[in-house]
């Protein structure tokens, strides 16, 4: 069964530093997504990307991340200056033809990101 | 997206079946119930999705009350590998969102 892919599983950056988190949605998908998980609390958020652009985002998301599809496979959240609270595990998603209600979003296990 | 309330955790024994209930009182005639799941150390998994009729698929029922205020997921036979934190999820078709809020789930423990 096809499957989303995040690399790396581990990240460890020192404060103020950028940083990239890679995905790999399933191919034939056309919505992506991230979403985060501080340790101990609900899934949230960040970001939906349809046709090249963002199509939602919440207010997590501020000036200091953005999102990329550099290619015709990655997809790609980077954030600037890293704090200390960006420590999270970072889940990307991605959804079939169309990004209805109906279509679920299949996730990947993740990328562990801590800020030292 | 309307709230949902799921118990915080439960217990079942292994290859019992486990009912997993989901209040959602102020539901719209246009959402839809979801169910994710989440096992340790991964990523949400898509379980199941319904409207109105009881849903069955390769990994679980979805059976939805008729005044549709409620929800109960059912696996009809838990194993090991069902331990995991399962969330009902309420998505609304007429919202223009397509994000998933994913609220604090019921925590399955499943005895060998």
């Known amino acids: 069964e096809p499957e989303v892919t995040q690399t790396p599983s581990h990240q460890v950056t020192q404060m103020g530093q950028e940083v990239i988190l890679r995905c790999v949605p399933i191919?034939?998908?056309?919505?992506f997504y991230w979403y985060r998980q501080i340790l101990g609390q609900k899934v949230e958020f960040l970001v939906s990307?349809?046709?090249?652009?963002?199509?939602?985002k919440s207010e997590i998301f501020d000036d200091q991340f953005s999102v990329e599809r550099p290619d015709g496979s990655n997809f790609t959240l980077k954030i600037r200056s890293t704090k200390l609270e960006d420590s999270a595990m970072y889940f990307c998603?991605?959804?079939?033809?169309?990004?209805?209600?109906?279509?679920?979003?299949?996730f990947g296990d993740g990328t562990r990101l801590s800020i030292l | 997206d309307a709230k949902t309330t799921q118990p915080n955790s439960m217990e079942s024994n292994e290859e019992e079946p486990v009912h997993l209930p989901c209040n959602h009182s102020t539901i719209s005639g246009t959402d839809y119930i979801h169910w994710y799941r989440q096992l340790p150390s991964q990523g949400p998994e898509y379980v199941i999705h319904?409207?109105?009729s009881n849903v069955n698929n390769r990994m679980a029922s979805l059976a939805i009350a008729e005044d549709r205020k409620s929800s109960t997921l059912i696996l009809h036979r838990a194993t090991l590998r069902d331990a995991a934190v399962y969330y009902c999820i309420l998505r609304d078709t007429g919202a223009g969102s397509y994000q998933l809020t994913f609220g604090k789930g019921t925590k399955l423990s499943v005895i060998p």
């Open positions: 990307f349809y046709n090249n652009e963002i199509s939602e």
């Open positions: 319904g409207l109105t």
């Open positions: 191919s034939n998908h056309l919505y």
């Open positions: 998603a991605s959804s079939e033809t169309e990004a209805t209600y109906n279509q679920p979003q299949h």
